[in-house]
């Protein structure tokens, strides 16, 4: 036997230096980081990992679900009986109009069977409730107790009695997590209900929305509503979203718009999750003028849900 | 280890696995829905850097990332948010643990804070550059909050390492 076949034991440990550790650690970090913020890669790595913290995230909800039910349980008799009231009142109010809207409906339906238009759009809804405003403090997002299971989609609409509150995007198993209008990146097509005046609305991040890219010179007013209007396929024409606040012309070639959501967006509990069923047509490309035949075949293949949701 | 240099009283050496649970449970502590409370604060940051000050051979920059990306994912913010600024954290704890155990409690407290302050600002940062808005300057109010529990925390995290105190001839301390 030699000793050649000891290995020698290391005195010291080898290994990278703490700098170059933090220099890897903190490059991936930024790699993850325009990943997911710029690219949106790293949302199946995401929902993967989700399964880990699933457990301790139900565990920790408790406390909050505790104090929710509590004051449910607390709330006086005078109270209820109140509110009780209040909903008989409105019960009537509301069937009268429903009484009226159904025999709308059908003669609108009627008409546009006349006009040989499309059928109007189908809807399907999901009543939720908002659970808690989400941790993140750099967005305005909330967490509803309705998820994947109930049926509840990325791209949906969400809104409460009064109009449009925000729209879903990212869902857990039973729960998903929305983005208001005040969001800053959140951004929604509307137009004007007065004179059917096209634009795109975004949120500023202060409670306030801006409509943006409407020129200088167009006849917009103060008072002004604005309602979706449902080119970008996702939410359903016609939904109330805001009110013109302020309108300053003097600054640029676009007129600076500020405006009020309708909405009581960031104090609603009760909402409703509201999707289309059917989406409109494709919008034509570029290509199906070269290709008719083909793109059209193409187009009937591939499932029309889904699409521009993304 | 001893609880801070001037001290002589000798601790047991730490053990692994409480190091983790508790660093679980503060995981668990921020996942707590608490809407938009300013000054709640942020658990896991600082068990993180309690325990890379006390023990930086077992915790270091890995627990950091991996801790982070689960806050990240929890908390619905961007991935690699947390785990940037933790990582940042126990580089800044670790290298610090030499210079920070020799104050008592109450004076590491005020090591921590300016680490505390960093790693929120070093968010801010990110965020901003992203694009969120600026979320006000009540957001820092939960390092305060956080800085102001270290002393507790630090009895609460080494009460597994006291051993009683039974003094003879041979073991004096």
């Known amino acids: 036997m030699t000793t050649a076949d000891y290995k020698t034991l290391p005195v010291f440990r080898r290994s990278l230096t703490a700098k170059v550790r933090l220099l890897i650690f903190v490059a991936v970090s930024l790699a993850m980081l325009v ?76 008409l546009r069977q006349l ?100 020129l200088a010179t167009a006849d917009v007013r103060p008072g002004d509503r604005l309602v ?50 059917v989406l409109p047509p494709p919008r034509p490309q570029a290509e199906a003028a070269a290709k008719p035949g083909a793109e059209a075949q193409d187009r009937a293949r591939r499932p029309a849900r889904g699409r521009n949701r993304d | 280890m001893q609880l801070t240099n001037r001290s002589n009283r000798i601790l047991l050496p730490v053990k692994v696995w ?35 000050i006390r023990e930086p051979r077992v915790v270091s920059m890995g627990a950091g990332f991996f801790f982070g990306v689960l806050v990240d994912i929890g908390q619905g913010a961007a991935m690699g948010q947390h785990a940037l600024a933790y990582v940042v954290l126990a580089y800044l704890a670790n290298d610090l643990s030499r210079r920070v155990l020799w104050f008592p409690a109450f004076l590491q407290a005020l090591h921590a804070l300016p680490m505390l302050l960093a790693v929120q600002a070093l968010m801010v940062v990110v965020r901003l550059i992203a694009g969120s808005e600026f979320p006000g300057w009540w957001y820092f109010l939960s390092s305060f909050t956080g800085v102001l529990l270290w002393v507790p925390l630090t009895y609460l995290l080494l009460l597994p390492q006291f051993q009683p105190v039974e003094r003879d001839e041979n073991r004096p301390i």
């Open chain 1, 115 to 214: 006009l040989a238009m499309a059928g109007k759009v189908k809807t399907q809804g999901v009543a939720a409730e908002v659970l808690y405003d989400a941790p993140d403090p750099f967005t305005r997002k909330v967490i509803l107790d309705r998820g994947a299971l109930h049926g509840v989609e990325p791209g949906l609409a969400v809104i409460d009695a009064r109009g449009v509150v925000g729209q879903v995007t990212r869902i857990y198993p039973i729960q998903s997590e929305v983005t208001l209008l005040t969001d800053r990146d959140q951004a929604i097509p509307v137009q004007i209900e007065r004179n059917q005046l096209r634009g795109v609305m975004f949120g500023t991040g202060h409670g306030k929305l801006e409509l943006r890219f409407v």
């Open chain 2, 18 to 52: 409480f190091v983790y649970s508790s660093l679980i449970v503060a995981l668990g502590l921020d996942y707590v829905p608490t809407g938009r409370i300013p000054g709640i604060p942020d658990w896991v940051a600082l068990v993180l850097a309690f325990w890379c």
């Open chain 1, 228 to 277: 979706t209007s449902g080119l970008d396929g996702v939410f359903i024409p016609g939904l109330p979203v805001a009110v013109i606040e302020t309108v300053e012309r003097d600054t640029d070639a676009f007129a600076r718009i500020a405006c009020k959501p309708i909405a009581a967006v960031e104090q609603s509990t009760r909402v409703l999750v509201l999707g289309r069923q």
């Open chain 1, 35 to 110: 990943a997911d913020l710029r690219f949106r890669y790293l949302e199946e790595l995401r929902q993967g990992l989700s399964v880990l913290t699933y457990p301790l995230q139900m565990l920790a909800s408790q406390p909050t679900d505790f104090v929710r039910n509590a004051s449910i349980y607390f709330a006086t008799l005078a109270k209820v009986q109140l509110e009780n009231a209040e909903l008989r009142r409105n019960q009537t109010d509301v069937a009268e109009r429903l009484l009226r809207f159904e025999r709308l409906e059908e003669e609108n339906t009627a």
